[in-house]
């Protein structure tokens, strides 16, 4: 049976045309029109119970608004992503600036070894000289 209603549902759900008044409460409960949203169910149902609108006369949105809404949707969920790859963007730059900084710091202090080591070896090299012209022969 479970393949039976599988096989029967050819198109997904947001394939299927959505009804007029559910895309306009869908927009307006998206949008945070709570109060529009009432006043408009309060309308729409009334016109229904006087007879001035009947559900076979109330058509389907068409495709093209829907499709524009879930571009919309995928635009937004798109920049939130840009947004978060920015964020992380922004921090690995700190990180890299500051790793960077270290690097140099580092490199500075072995330079000054090397020319204090360097300095040493001459400053030696110059005392042996020094102390072997004061040598017995």
């Known amino acids: 049976m479970a393949q039976r209603s599988v096989l029967t549902s050819k198109h997904s759900v947001s394939e299927i045309p959505e009804i007029v008044d559910d895309f306009l409460c869908n927009f307006l409960v998206r949008m945070g029109m709570a109060r529009t949203l009432d006043c408009f169910q309060t309308e729409w149902y009334e016109l229904m119970q006087k007879g001035a609108i009947e559900r076979k006369d109330i058509g389907f949105v068409p495709d093209m608004y829907t499709y524009n809404q879930h571009l919309e ?55 042996k000289a020094h102390y072997s012209s004061y040598e017995p022969t």
């Open 73 to 127: 949707m995928e635009n937004r969920r798109l920049k939130k992503e840009l947004e978060n790859y920015k964020l992380a963007a922004s921090k690995a730059k700190e990180a890299l600036q500051k790793i960077q900084k270290e690097r140099d710091f580092h490199r500075m202090h072995h330079k000054r070894v090397v020319q204090e080591k360097n300095r040493l070896i001459s400053d030696i090299k110059r005392l």
